[in-house]
């Protein structure tokens, strides 16, 4: 009763801050968006005219030249044509005509579309009595402002979730945990047990309480057996983590853009191939150091490995922001996949620390929800970044985010700091015992490491390459990866529900890797950023659906292998086996991108995927407990 | 330090900051188009000079020897304001020389004849020197498919910047009025949401400190309560209400 609404007070505080804010910011952010249209368009629209002049003129010394040969003006060829590629060139046009000296429009072309309102733009002839006219657009310095308020969205959006994540901290740190503490340490002293105390400090009125209760308690003697009491929670990591995987998800839009600046040959590997090298190696160090660094977590502790893996990290970006050429560019990249690794492993060790068993599955989502919103605001901050300071100066920012998030992390793991049992199964047995399992390796061969496979090759690897090929900016290649990490930051815990409510999990499986693969299909037909757009949105709705689906799928077919290895370390080599689909993924995506261009590539990697997930059903059908999915 | 101070500081200071971001992309969105305009301006005007020069070349004359090349950039550069300097820069026979100069712009070629025959593969580039102008060049093509030139364009980009300053100084204005109002409201949402939580800690430390004519009101008062009466041993405390201290 009173203990748990007060423990919920924090976070109630925190809900209602974040949603004032959010209607106060939106509101504010809008005016500035309008604000900034009308006031930018009223500087552009004669720039628009200015350059609609030089059109003109330019129209205008070419029929001079072509009458100056003796054509008659009447009788020009090809005028059609000439203008046509004229108003396909100059989009803010709407019309040109030719007039002759009467007004009598001899030539003309019209865009396509009808427009609102026009200005006319005269320039008369030189060498023939008549003039071009052309009819310019009055809405279009409007129209190319409206991306302003598009960008504005977008950014607010991600201020938003920066802000959602930041201001639960926030209030929890100055607020909920010592709420929480001192009702814990009220409750445990009005069943008269004196020993406990409130370990944490605060000043104001909250302050005076915790001193005065601190001080009854101390009052009642006995100071041998005094425990010092500090509330923790699973949402402490949040904010760590948040900002720890928006640094390493910084890089994401540009990252293949700047491995190719740097590119120097590399013997037995074509560009497109060593351009996704330290993407693979990237994916391969954070297998290994995940595999792997668990025993370092039982013996330093989450905090001392956490700081140990921002260190390596931080190491690593500046390194990165530095780099010379793509040698010491995988260097580089490989100290930020172990430090990563190091920093996740950490994160989730210091949940498991906190939880017990009963409410761990609900802590971890803390955790997931925490790297998919840090990839969603990562992927559009750092397009927008690169736009403005450049891909070196990105990897400074990620070096200054990794060390903040060195500060935020919790310097203890709570009251009872306790060391969890160690697994006794070695590493080789598990993924021997899993390996041998038909249903557990047809999952994992047929819909775990496909999926990665398209994920890395469309999300690290081509999508960057691709749309930067096309000309369009980080910013665009940002928000386009930002599609994949939506549905996955908002509907994964509801399909998560839906496999274990509805047990859909080898339907959700097979429907998520046919709509990712039938998105990547699309490619060819659809061409440049609308290809990029459907095949990224595809992907994350299609993953969204099969991700959780799948480690359940995986656990359930291989029920027997799972029970001898225990279901930890079951999941952990889901992960690790996974992993193997995101190191190839840019090795293939680059080697076929040299041998058959952007679209191909897209749609034959979204072949592989479509094609093991049809075949996934049947690949159980044949195993002794394929009836368990 | 109270409660909405302490709470409402650093949230006011994550949206004030979320606004000049905004405010920051505006201008820099501005800049962007601005630059679009001019450059694409100046290229139709470029691309007049290049055709007439290339239609010149067509007649198989080297670059230096053309006659209407020094007339054609001169037309150029009397059509817009902005272009303070026109050049056609050898690529073929004296590599690297200036062989037409129109206006008072930079005398010297403005990279080595080696950097431009590695931008004309690429075709036209741009580039915004450090004293502000931008050069823009496109390559100078014969008949046989050969670069024998660059040409270049030198444009003051003063009033544009002076543009950008002028926008950037507006939204700088916009921004603080509207931070300004930012900071009041989230001021008054922190109060309203947090002075009842900081009374009712007041008076929880009354009850603790043996204030017996404050009525608990909130659970925290009751809590505060129900420890005076076990730490004093003034009543038996409600064996329902005493729990473990929370984990979570």
Same mark, same amino acid.
């Given at each position: 009763m009173t203990t748990k609404t007060l423990v919920g007070h924090g976070s109630q505080i925190a809900r209602r801050t974040v949603l004032v804010s959010g209607v106060v910011m939106g509101v504010v952010a809008l005016a500035l968006a309008i604000y900034s249209v009308l006031l930018f368009e009223q500087w552009l629209a004669p720039e628009v005219d200015a350059k609609s002049r030089a059109v003109a003129r330019s129209l205008q010394l070419s029929i001079d030249r072509a009458i100056g040969h003796g054509i008659p003006f009447a009788e020009l060829q090809g005028m059609d044509a000439f203008l046509g590629a004229a108003i396909d060139e100059n989009q803010e046009l709407h019309a040109i005509a030719i007039v002759d000296a009467t007004g009598t429009v001899l030539f003309s072309r019209t865009q396509a579309g009808a427009a609102s309102s026009t200005r006319e733009v005269r320039q008369a002839l030189a060498a023939a009595p008549g003039a071009v006219v052309l009819s310019v657009r009055a809405d279009y310095a409007r129209n190319k402002l409206l991306e302003v308020l598009i960008d504005t969205a977008i950014v607010l959006f991600v201020a938003l979730l920066l802000a959602f994540e930041l201001l639960p901290y926030i209030v929890n740190r100055g607020l909920g945990n010592r709420l929480d503490s001192l009702a814990a340490v009220l409750a445990t002293a009005s069943g008269r &047990?004196? !020993?406990?105390?409130?370990g944490d400090r605060a000043s104001g009125a909250l302050g005076r309480l915790i001193d005065l209760c601190n001080a009854k308690l101390a009052a009642?003697? &006995? !100071?041998?057996r005094v425990r010092l009491h500090r509330a923790t929670a699973p949402t402490d990591i949040r904010v760590p983590m948040f900002i720890f995987v928006l640094a390493e998800q910084l890089?994401?839009?540009f990252f293949p853009l700047y491995v190719r600046n740097l590119y120097a040959p590399i013997p037995g590997l074509s560009e497109q191939a060593a351009i996704g090298l330290p993407i693979a190696l990237f994916m391969l160090f954070v297998a290994l150091g995940t595999m792997f660094g668990g025993g370092f977590i039982g013996r330093a502790g989450a905090v001392r490995v956490f700081r140990w893996g921002v260190a390596i990290a931080a190491a690593g970006y500046l390194g990165l922001a530095l780099a010379h050429n793509i040698y010491d560019l995988l260097l580089w990249r490989i100290l930020t996949a172990i430090g990563y690794a190091l920093s996740t492993l950490a994160c989730q060790a210091y949940v498991a620390e906190i939880t017990t068993p009963k409410n761990r599955t609900q802590a971890m989502s803390v955790f997931v929800g925490a790297v998919m919103v840090a990839s969603v605001c990562g992927a559009a901050i750092g397009g927008v970044m690169a736009d403005l300071v450049g891909y070196r100066g990105v990897f400074g920012g990620a070096l200054l985010l990794a060390l903040l998030a060195l500060f935020t992390f919790p310097t203890a793991t709570g009251a009872d700091e306790q060391r969890r049992e160690q697994e006794a199964t070695s590493l080789r047995a598990v993924y021997r015992i899993l390996a041998t399992d038909r249903g557990f390796a047809a999952v994992m061969l047929l819909a775990a490491i496909p999926a990665k496979l398209l994920f890395s090759g469309l999300v690290y690897y081509l999508t960057p390459l691709y749309l930067g090929h096309l000309g369009h900016d980080t910013a665009t290649i940002g928000r386009s990866i930002m599609l994949y990490y939506l549905p996955m930051a908002f509907a994964g815990s509801f399909t998560a529900w839906l496999a274990d409510r509805y047990q859909l999990r080898l339907s959700l499986v097979v429907a998520g890797g046919t709509i990712a693969g039938l998105g990547a299909i699309a490619a060819p037909y659809l061409q440049g950023l609308p290809a990029v757009v459907v095949a990224m949105a595809s992907l994350g709705i299609g993953q969204v659906l099969a991700t959780a689906a799948t480690f359940s799928l995986a656990l359930a077919v291989g029920d027997t292998a799972v029970r001898q290895v225990g279901q930890p370390n079951a999941l952990a080599a889901i992960r690790v086996l996974e992993r193997i689909g995101s190191v190839a993924g840019p090795l293939l995506t680059g080697s076929l991108i040299a041998v058959a261009g952007y679209e191909k590539t897209l749609a034959l990697l979204g072949g592989i995927v479509l094609v093991c997930a049809l075949l996934l059903p049947f690949a159980l059908r044949s195993t002794p407990r394929g009836s368990a999915a | 330090m109270r409660l909405s101070w302490k709470i409402g500081g650093p949230t006011c200071a994550v949206l004030v900051f979320s606004l000049c971001l905004l405010g920051f992309l505006n201008v820099h969105k501005f800049e962007q188009l601005l630059d679009g305009l001019a450059t694409a301006r100046v290229r139709v005007t470029a691309a007049d000079s290049k055709a007439a020069i290339e239609q010149s070349l067509a007649l198989g004359l080297p670059l230096a020897d053309l006659q209407n090349i020094q007339s054609a950039i001169d037309r150029a550069r009397s059509f817009d304001a902005e272009i303070v300097a026109v050049l056609v820069v050898d690529l073929d026979q004296a590599r690297g020389e200036i062989l037409y100069a129109s206006g008072p712009g930079p005398t010297r070629v403005p990279a080595p004849w080696q950097a431009l025959q590695a931008r004309a593969g690429h075709g036209g580039w741009h580039h915004l020197d450090a004293s502000g102008h931008l050069l823009m060049g496109w390559p100078l093509i014969d008949p046989l498919d050969r670069v024998v030139g660059m040409l270049v364009f030198d444009v003051l980009r003063q009033r544009h910047a002076a543009m950008i300053d002028d926008a950037a100084a507006h939204l700088a204005r916009v921004v603080a009025a509207l931070s300004l109002v930012l900071a009041a409201a989230t001021a008054i949402a922190m109060w309203r949401l947090l002075a009842p939580v900081e009374r009712s800690l007041e008076r929880a430390a009354l009850i603790v400190a043996g204030d017996d004519s404050t009525a608990p009101q909130s659970d925290i008062e009751r809590l505060a309560l129900d420890f005076r009466h076990a730490v004093d041993g003034t009543a038996p405390p409600d064996a329902s209400r005493a729990a473990e201290p929370s984990q979570a």
């Open positions: &047990d004196f !020993a406990v105390r409130i009642q003697g &006995d !100071a041998t890089c994401t839009s | -």
